[in-house]
């Protein structure tokens, strides 16, 4: 194995640690990227979180040099038309695309990279899903300039091998609690966009909100909505969970208010119901533990619990031990002030 294999086989090692840490979710990201430069080599990169269930993208960071274009760069990235796709990736067997080889070497071919990336001089591309065995977490978008050589074969292999890595440090952190979590905006904020997506009227707790969050979730989610109005996923919502600022999960969508006339963004609160089954996804929880724990959380007693299952009180606390030992908690007590505090 010569040096560049090395390498490579030490940022696989690091990876495999990092994502078993308990380094706090864009501390983490950060450290992978550094991980990821030293083996591939890229200057420019994004990471990006996915919501499992509807792959909407729902918050990112990055360093690059066109955040005056991401309106449009998200609203066209929420559809499934574009050259590397996150969707389609994530979607694919094979979770990683370099878009030299996906357009045979013509870049032109991609929207994003034609209408946007080309004039910072962005090169090639390389995207891969962050993806485990519960689904898919994130995305992550490397850019070599244009004078640099385009990503090959086992840069691209690095990445396969990283993805299921990345995406159990995503899921990991996805629903992990952030302690004193701080409070949201009183009431749900309202933007409305009109034909041709200019701000054309909100509620005031709108810029409570995009305090707390990143802007780009409401473009997201417009442009799943385009997306979805042009027959892609058309049992998709355009709908997106996320975490704010201060821990606590917010709920961000889009819908067309009628026929031809705009849209409309609203962000709430989630409430438990909204997270329930991806909390319980991603701590791997079965379908009667799932149905436990939200009995649980309504704060039904063991007895309770036995009558509303059918089953033995012992069975009752043998499916609480598997829970609380996937989870990482020791009580049902830390489990719906803890896990699930950060909800309304």
């Keep these: 194995m010569g040096s560049k294999g090395r390498v490579r086989s030490r940022c696989r090692e690091q990876l495999e640690r990092l ?5 706090g979710a864009e501390e983490a990201r950060r450290e992978a990227i550094d991980l990821l430069g030293t083996a591939i080599g890229f200057e420019r990169w994004c990471s990006l979180l996915l919501d499992p269930d509807t792959l909407v ?37 094979d979770h990683v695309g370099v878009l030299s080889a996906a357009t045979g070497n013509d870049l032109a071919r991609s929207w994003h990279w034609r209408e946007i ?13 962050a993806v485990d065995e519960r689904g898919a977490w994130g995305t992550f978008l490397l850019w070599r300039d244009s004078d640099d050589p385009p990503f090959d074969a086992e840069d691209a292999q690095l990445m396969r091998d990283a993805s299921a890595v990345l995406g159990r440090m995503l899921r990991r952190q996805a629903v992990a609690p952030t302690g004193d979590a701080g409070a949201l905006p009183a009431e749900a904020g309202v933007l409305l966009l009109d034909t041709a997506l200019r701000p ?53 969508e889009a819908a067309r208010l009628e026929a031809e006339a705009g849209i409309a963004v609203t962000i709430r609160p989630a409430g438990t119901g909204d997270v329930l089954d991806l909390v319980c996804r991603a701590h791997g929880l079965s379908a009667r533990e799932r149905e436990l724990v939200a009995l649980v959380i309504e704060g039904l007693d063991t007895r309770e619990l036995a009558e ?37």
């Excluded at 690059?64 to 996150?86: I, Q, T, Y």
């Excluded at 990336?117 to 899903?129: F, I, M, N, P, Q």
């Excluded at 473009?219 to 201060?246: F, K, M």
């Design 19 to 23: 994502a078993g840490s308990r380094t």
């Design 57 to 93: 993208i729902g918050q990112g960071i990055g360093h690059n040099d066109w955040s005056a274009e991401l309106p449009r760069l998200n609203v066209v990235s929420a559809g499934l038309e574009d050259v590397n796709n996150h969707t389609m990736l994530a979607r694919s067997r």
């Design 200 to 252: 054309a009227g909100s509620t005031p707790s709108i810029r409570d909100w995009f305090t707390l969050l990143n802007p780009g979730a409401a473009w997201n989610v417009v442009g799943r909505l385009l997306a979805i109005e042009r027959g892609e996923d058309p049992g998709q919502p355009a709908r997106v969970r996320i975490r704010t600022g201060t821990g606590r999960w917010a709920i961000v």
């Design 117 to 129: 990336l080309a004039r910072y001089g962005v090169g090639d591309e390389l995207s891969c899903a």
């Design 308 to 344: 509303q299952l059918f089953i033995s009180r012992y069975t009752v606390q043998d499916h609480l031990k598997s829970v609380f030992a996937k989870v990482g908690v020791g009580s049902r007590r830390e489990l719906v002030s803890g896990v699930f505090a950060q909800t309304a």
